[in-house]
């Protein structure tokens, strides 16, 4: 009866074993290529264009009735996900708070030769969502830089365009700290 019992177990592990083997160049291949995609999305990781951060500025209105249009305290971040690119979410603080969710593509460090500081260009879109009375929803376009100041702090600028219920733009600046 011992015997009898052990055979399913031995079955098992078998069957265990050897099902997480590559059974062809095919089977090998795909495995390769899944494990390197895993190990390039990494969120909080470090882009071509710098470390992730967490910040806070100001938003200074430009044209349009929402906060990505009107003057407002800024809560933003660059969260890396891949070596190229970023989400950067945002809320623009105030009566109506929009909250901005872009993608952006990271682009590499460049020197300024003028200035001696290093600036990160980035460009992207994503959605911005209203607060207000009808809580809608719209397109987002995005484009900035970020400036790294030192290993810790990186300055950022940036324009938002956001098509909620009208075209409404506006600059973000801040400072974030890396992590």
Same mark, same amino acid.
């Given at each position: 009866?011992?015997?009898?019992?052990?055979?399913?177990?031995?079955?098992?592990?078998?069957?265990?074993?050897? &099902?997480?083997?590559?059974?062809?160049?095919?089977?090998?291949?795909?495995?390769?290529?899944?494990?390197?995609?895993?190990?390039?999305?990494?969120?909080?990781?470090? =882009?071509?264009?710098?470390?992730?951060?967490?910040?806070?500025?100001?938003?200074?209105?430009?044209?349009?009735? =929402?906060?990505?249009?009107?003057?407002?305290?800024? !809560?933003?971040?660059?969260?890396?996900?891949?070596?190229?690119?970023? &989400?950067?979410?945002?809320?623009?603080?105030?009566?109506?708070?929009?909250? +901005?969710?872009? +993608?952006?593509?990271?682009?590499?460090?460049?020197? +300024?030769?003028? =200035?001696?500081?290093?600036?990160?260009?980035?460009?992207?879109?994503? !959605?911005?969502?209203?607060?207000?009375?009808?809580?809608?929803?719209?397109? +987002?376009?995005?484009?900035?830089?970020?400036?790294?100041?030192?290993?810790?702090?990186?300055?950022?600028?940036?324009?938002?365009?956001?098509?909620?219920?009208?075209?409404?733009?506006?600059?973000?600046?801040?400072?974030?700290?890396?992590?």
């Amino acid at each position: 009866m011992a015997v009898g019992s052990a055979l399913p177990v031995r079955a098992e592990t078998i069957n265990s074993t050897t &099902a997480n083997t590559p059974t062809s160049t095919s089977d090998l291949e795909i495995e390769t290529a899944s494990t390197q995609i895993a190990q390039s999305f990494q969120p909080g990781r470090a =882009t071509r264009s710098g470390s992730s951060y967490i910040g806070v500025g100001g938003n200074l209105g430009l044209t349009g009735n =929402t906060r990505v249009g009107e003057g407002s305290f800024a !809560v933003f971040s660059k969260v890396g996900l891949t070596r190229n690119l970023s &989400a950067r979410p945002a809320a623009l603080v105030g009566d109506n708070t929009v909250f +901005l969710v872009p +993608l952006t593509i990271d682009f590499p460090q460049e020197n +300024l030769e003028v =200035t001696q500081l290093s600036v990160a260009p980035y460009i992207g879109g994503g !959605v911005a969502i209203s607060t207000g009375r009808d809580s809608t929803v719209g397109a +987002l376009i995005t484009g900035g830089v970020d400036v790294p100041l030192s290993s810790q702090i990186t300055a950022t600028g940036g324009v938002n365009v956001s098509f909620i219920d009208e075209t409404d733009v506006g600059i973000l600046l801040g400072i974030g700290y890396n992590f």
